[in-house]
């Protein structure tokens, strides 16, 4: 008996995104939309409150060190940044966070992701999720990352790379100034570059295959000579990203 509960528990736990502890209040909540931290999270700031860290309900959107992650992002930021949304929650996250559903001129904010290929339907162990509909037809049409060759679902990238790191401080209300300009350093005085051994030490390989996501020609050529599924040299001369950083 005591075997076939256990069982029930592990198949009764929750997804990443499906909540983890009940609701306090079902009255919906009014705020505007102050920062979008990835595809499936941001922060939504009700009048004379304090902001709330939000985690769309339902919806599985890649990590923002992940390939789409900014892509992503960008979206959730065009439907919502700086709009008023209605929040209704539906309880906590693994990590603490509000989950609940957005609603912003009227749109269901997480099934909008989905529909135009940004995000996936929450995965449980048995149950595709509410919303495989949508990721069925977006899919179909190549929407998104669903027009991308290799799309990793989060799960799987966070099973071999785990979570990407979020700031998890509520945004400023205003920006700090800009601190004081000093004159250059006599070249004498400047610090030399690092040696390539040193520059590749600070890389490491996160599951970012395209040159839109790389910083600096340095980081392209680690990716592209230490990571698996790169697509940085199109004309496979060994040199990536010759139009963004490698020019």
Same mark, same amino acid.
């Given at each position: 008996?005591?075997? @076939?509960?256990?069982?029930?528990?592990?198949?009764?736990?929750?997804?990443?995104?499906?909540?983890?502890?009940?609701?306090?209040?079902?009255?919906?909540?009014?705020?505007?939309?102050?920062?979008?931290?990835?595809?499936?999270?941001?922060?939504?700031?009700? +009048?004379? =409150?304090?902001?709330?860290?939000?985690?769309?309900?339902?919806?599985?959107? +890649?990590?923002?060190? =992940?390939?789409?992650? #900014?892509?992503?992002?960008?979206?959730? /930021?065009?439907?919502?940044?700086? %709009?008023?949304?209605?929040?209704?929650?539906?309880?906590?996250?693994?990590?603490?966070?509000?989950?609940?559903?957005?609603?912003?001129?009227?749109?269901?904010?997480?099934?909008?992701?989905? /529909? /135009?290929?940004?995000?996936?339907?929450?995965?449980?162990?048995?149950?595709?999720?509410?919303?495989? %509909?949508?990721?069925?037809?977006?899919?179909?049409?190549?929407?998104?990352?669903?027009?991308?060759?290799?799309? @990793?679902?989060?799960?799987?990238?966070?099973?071999?790379?785990?979570?990407?790191?979020?700031?998890?401080?509520?945004?400023?209300?205003?920006?700090?100034?800009?601190?004081?300009?000093?004159?250059?350093?006599?070249?004498? /005085?400047?610090?030399?570059?690092?040696?390539?051994?040193?520059?590749?030490?600070?890389?490491?390989?996160?599951?970012?295959?395209?040159?839109?996501?790389?910083?600096?020609?340095? #980081?392209?050529?680690?990716?592209?000579?230490?990571?698996?599924?790169?697509?940085?040299?199109?004309?496979?001369?060994?040199?990536?990203? #010759?139009?963004?950083?490698?020019?």
């Amino acid at each position: 008996m005591g075997a @076939v509960l256990g069982l029930a528990s592990l198949w009764l736990a929750p997804a990443w995104g499906q909540p983890t502890s009940p609701a306090r209040t079902a009255v919906p909540v009014q705020g505007i939309v102050t920062q979008v931290t990835d595809g499936d999270s941001l922060w939504i700031t009700p +009048p004379g =409150q304090p902001g709330i860290e939000v985690r769309l309900r339902d919806i599985d959107a +890649p990590e923002i060190c =992940q390939a789409w992650g #900014e892509e992503a992002r960008r979206a959730l /930021e065009a439907l919502v940044l700086g %709009k008023t949304v209605v929040l209704r929650i539906a309880g906590r996250d693994t990590y603490g966070r509000t989950l609940g559903q957005v609603q912003a001129d009227g749109v269901d904010v997480a099934r909008r992701m989905v /529909e /135009e290929g940004h995000a996936w339907s929450i995965r449980t162990r048995w149950d595709r999720g509410p919303l495989v %509909k949508d990721e069925r037809m977006a899919t179909a049409l190549r929407r998104g990352l669903h027009g991308q060759p290799g799309a @990793v679902m989060p799960r799987d990238f966070r099973q071999g790379h785990g979570p990407c790191v979020h700031p998890s401080a509520e945004p400023a209300a205003a920006s700090a100034p800009p601190p004081p300009t000093r004159p250059p350093l006599p070249v004498s /005085e400047r610090p030399r570059a690092a040696s390539p051994a040193t520059a590749a030490s600070a890389f490491r390989c996160d599951g970012r295959t395209h040159c839109s996501q790389m910083r600096s020609c340095e #980081e392209a050529r680690f990716f592209l000579e230490n990571c698996p599924g790169v697509q940085m040299d199109g004309n496979r001369d060994g040199v990536p990203c #010759e139009k963004q950083w490698c020019r």
